[in-house]
Structure formats: C-alpha cells, structure tokens
C-alpha cells in the first residue's frame, strides 16, 4: 500500500514539474523567443523527451526543436519556413547514404536516427498535416538520377556487362546512371530486404554464393564521374580484368560509404583487390 501511495505522489510530481516546465518555456516564447532559442538549443534533448509524451509540448515548441538534415542542422521551424514538405529517413545509416547525393541536388532530408526524432515526427505528422511529413524510403534517391542517351548506353554496354559478371557471385545488380555529386564513383541501392539479409548474413558468416532470395540489391555507378567513364573506355578495350577488379574495389567501396555491414566474402574481395593493384595484375 505504501509503494501504490509513493507511486501516485510520484506521479503528480512528474507532472506538475512538467506543467511548470512547459508553462515556462511558453512565456519565454511569448515574452523572450530570443532567449526560448538559446534554452531549446541547450537542453533540446530533453524538451524532446518531455514533447514525446506531452501533445500540448510538442505542439507548442516543434518550430524551436533543431534536426540535422542533408543541408546542415535547423530548427523545423526554419525548416517548413524555407521547403515546406519534410522528408525524413528513419535511421541514422540511411541518412548518411542519401545525405551527400541530396545535398549535391539541392534536397533537403532530415536525419530522423537520434532519440526521440523520428516519433516527434510521426507525432507532429498526426497533430498538424498541413505540414506534410513524409517518410522517405532511401532507395527513392534512384529516381532523381539522369537516365543514360542511347549513345552512352552504348558506351558503358560493356562495362555493365563486365561488372554484372564480377558481382554475379554478391547478388548484385549493375546500373549506370549519372548524378551529383560528380566525385561519387558510386552508390548501393539496397532496399529494406537487402539490409537486413546482410546483416543476418554478417551474424552467421554465409558461406560465399549469390543471393538468391529477396529484392536485389544495385551498384549504380556514377556515368558523371570521370573514372567511371574511363573505366567504360577500358572495358570498350577489352582490359578485362582489371576493369573487374576496379569494379569490385568500388562495390566494397560503396558499401563502406554506405556504412552497410560487409561480410566474410566481402572482407576477402577487398583483400585481393588490394593485393592485385599492389601486384598490378590485370
């Protein structure tokens, strides 16, 4: 009886704590916003915390609360200001893919990974609408690079070729396209099935052979980049297996960037990759 008694004072506590809280941090954005700025900026996290739990909170103080996005770190506030649509991905790993290719092309993604982010905004999407917040799947970034002309298709015809036999063995697909920034070789296009099938995959050491069940995964390279269409030109060449070990080194590559789990397989090929440009075999 005497826990049930201390349990409900503690929770009147919590919440007349919260009420002073949350009726504070109102004057201050009544009287000081200058001043409510700089408090939200130090303690964001936990006025986060307490805005996943309190409606009134997070309806009062979502424009204040700053989020890390593909063009550098803003309050949603500023955010709807100047785009309007949100757009979020949900995990820190899938924000560091499609950050740099958003950034390149102007787009403006929010990193939904840290504490409490992602259900502050499916919170926030429920509560105000009108602020149209999406979640972004990762593998819609595809969708905004440029399709090849039937000459370059022509171009890369063999390389696409030579890097689909490499890769055969992964279970990965080859696709050429171009897009920003020009300095990416290349980005893997994994969707939600991919992902986690290597993570288990990592877990218990598959043995090497492709991938046969589930969504393919994609190395898309960059036709923008300039060594990607040197490595076209080789392939045209006939040099063929130096441009499959080149298109090995940027699929491991990929994946590092991509900050997606390797596996044993994976470790070995960047190990003979290495060993055949140090050799310089091919």
């Not at 955010?79 to 403006?108: K, S, T, Y």
């Not at 993604?109 to 409490?116: E, I, L, S, T």
């Amino acid at each position: 009886m005497t826990g049930f008694v201390e349990d409900a004072r503690l929770d009147a506590v919590r919440e007349q704590l919260g009420r002073c809280i949350r009726d504070h941090l109102t004057d201050l954005a009544r009287l000081w916003p200058s001043r409510l700025a700089g408090v939200v900026a130090m303690h964001h996290a936990g006025i986060s915390a307490l805005a996943v739990h309190d409606e009134q909170c997070l309806l009062l103080f979502a424009d204040w609360l700053p989020v890390d996005t593909s063009l550098g770190r803003m309050t949603l506030g500023e955010h709807a200001r100047r785009f309007g649509e949100l757009r979020f991905v949900r995990r820190c790993d899938d924000f560091r893919r499609v950050a740099p290719i958003a950034a390149a092309q102007g787009r403006c993604v929010v990193n939904g990974g840290p504490a409490n982010v992602s259900t502050l905004l499916d919170r926030l999407a429920l509560l105000r609408p009108e602020r149209k917040i999406v979640e972004l799947d990762p593998t819609e970034v595809v969708d905004s690079f440029t399709d090849l002309s039937v000459a370059e298709q022509a171009e890369v015809a063999d390389l696409v070729r030579l890097a689909e036999s490499a890769l055969w063995r992964h279970g990965v697909g080859v696709q050429v396209r171009a897009f920003a920034p020009t300095q990416m070789h290349a980005t893997l296009v994994a969707p939600e099935g991919c992902r986690s099938r290597r993570q288990l995959g990592r877990a218990q050491s598959i043995v090497d052979g492709p991938v046969a069940l589930g969504p393919a995964s994609h190395l898309c390279l960059n036709f923008a980049n300039a060594a990607v269409r040197e490595l076209a030109r080789q392939a045209r060449q006939g040099r063929i297996m130096r441009v499959r070990r080149a298109v090995e080194l940027l699929y491991v590559q990929a994946l590092l960037l991509g900050h997606h789990p390797l596996r044993d397989r994976e470790f070995s090929l960047l190990d003979e990759v290495v060993l055949d440009f140090v050799e310089d075999r091919g």
